[in-house]
């Protein structure tokens, strides 16, 4: 019985931490695809861009072997909660480059002519409009959250948001409207769409990072009490995740 409950600890552990860096090489694996169709549209042979995404797919499966690793050392009692948010982190960074590398070609991407026939008969023919479809316009404004374009990030994330609700990177721009918002110091407009994501997607992997965030937020507008209200939820409702983890620790700091 006691392996037994060892057993479902260890499958909710990797479950709660897991499950985000494996949706991410989904994500990321599938936006390459999409940048390879979108060459296809352009109708070019992009010798340069099609290396860089040679080469993106080989530092995802490199992710991809890494965390399998880190499912093992799950097994490996000796390996400490702490360790394994360490190399989560490390992940994380790594994801971040691979997606500021995808940014940068979709900013080259958008601001080239798509290829198309004229049906004239007059032969092919250049028509001037940018690659607009919701990844082109997710990692335009992912990209400007990157440079710290902030305004014009949120001006691209509420038109992903607007035009795609129910795509499934809906509740990530909305998150990255809330950062946004963060990091200007606007506090106020940022715990409404942290609000906004665990009230409309209770179900999302953004909730915890959500409640994480409109708790930091609270704290920061001398909230206190309530953002430890909040961030005791998240340790309440996702006591394995890192940023229950990250929650314990800023309640620690705020009490020593």
Partial sequence: MKKLRGYI?????SA?????????????????????????????????IKTELKNLNKQITIIDNKISA???????????????????????????EVRNAIGKIND???????????????????????????????????????KKNYDLAIEGFKQFVKQFPDNVLAD???????????????????????????NKYASGDKVPDALLKKGYALIEMDQVENGITVLKELISEFPLSEEAYLAQQKIKDISD
């Fill in 108 to 146: 080259r991407l958008t601001a080239m002519p798509i290829q198309s026939m004229n049906t004239g008969g007059t032969g092919n023919s250049v028509v001037n409009t940018p690659l607009q479809s919701a990844d082109s316009i997710y990692f335009t404004a992912y990209s400007d959250y990157n």
């Fill in 172 to 198: 990530n721009s909305l998150y990255w409207i809330g950062e946004c918002h963060y990091a200007q110091k606007e506090y106020s407009e940022a715990i409404n769409i942290f609000s906004e994501i665990i």
């Fill in 9 to 13: 600890l260890l499958f909710l552990v």
């Fill in 70 to 96: 880190i499912t093992k050392n799950l097994a490996d009692e000796g390996q400490n909660k702490e360790t394994i948010l360490l190399s989560l982190q490390f992940i994380k960074e790594e994801f971040n």
């Fill in 16 to 48: 709660t931490f897991l499950f985000p860096v494996k949706k991410d090489t989904k994500l990321i694996l599938a936006e390459l695809e999409i940048i390879k169709s979108s060459l296809t549209v352009l109708g070019v042979n992009f010798t340069d």
